[in-house]
Antibody, heavy 114, light 106 residues
């Protein structure tokens, strides 16, 4: 079964850090670019970051540039999002999504609050 | 950056109605547009890609049209399972996605 499973969410204080992971299975992970998308409570979808198959090309939304780092480990079929200097406005459900937009994880919740 | 504007934000409809949602891009995105359906607590579900291509397994009552800067999603006969929020998304940018603000069909 083709699947993406996120983990690593939780409650963190403003200024803190968190590392999200996305475990891929059922498909050739190294053959797809990957993305992180987030959704704040009651709000719409916001693209966060993208990474190419070999990590050569990486791009970030302006709202997270300089604070978040996307990475991947093709040997372990995993995608990561290192989030530093977290702010209250980063509170959201974070989804990982495959390049073709057809496969999404169930999401992991990040809450930034004191 | 490319901005995506959806209208309306909320749409009231009944079962059997024909429903149309519009999405406008701030600059031409050719046909690099997707449509999603999202229900509360769930991940988005891809309905349409490349503006008018129906994703496998999606009912044929869903259709997409348009190119350049103007796009539409049409549900030909609204079913009970279709009450949800719909998003457009451009993927013309290099490793960059942009979503519309969403349309809630209630």
């Amino acid at each position: 079964e083709v699947q993406l499973v996120e983990s690593g969410g939780g409650l963190v204080k403003p200024g803190g850090s968190l590392r999200l992971s996305c475990a891929a299975s059922g498909f050739i992970f190294s053959g797809y670019s990957m993305n992180w998308v987030r959704q704040a409570p009651g709000k719409g979808l916001e693209w966060v970051a993208s990474i190419s198959t070999t990590s050569t090309y990486i791009n970030y939304a302006d709202s997270v540039k300089g604070r978040f780092t996307i990475s991947r480990d093709n040997a372990k079929n995993s995608l990561h999002l290192q989030m530093n200097s977290l702010r209250a406005e980063d509170t959201a459900i974070y989804f990982c999504a495959r390049e073709d937009k057809d496969v999404w994880g169930q999401g992991t919740t990040v809450t930034v609050a004191s | 950056d490319i901005q995506m504007t959806q209208s309306p934000s909320t749409l009231s409809a009944s079962v059997g109605d024909r429903v149309t949602i519009t999405c406008r891009a701030s600059q031409s995105i050719s046909s690099w547009l997707a449509w999603y359906q999202q229900k509360p607590g769930k991940a988005p579900k891809l309905l349409i890609y490349k503006a008018s291509s129906l994703q496998s397994g999606v009912p044929s009552r869903f259709s997409g049209s348009g190119s350049g800067t103007e796009f539409t999603l049409t549900i030909s006969s609204l079913q009970p399972d279709d009450f949800a929020t719909y998003y457009c998304q451009q993927y013309n940018g290099y490793f960059m996605w942009t979503f519309g603000q969403g349309t809630k069909v209630e």
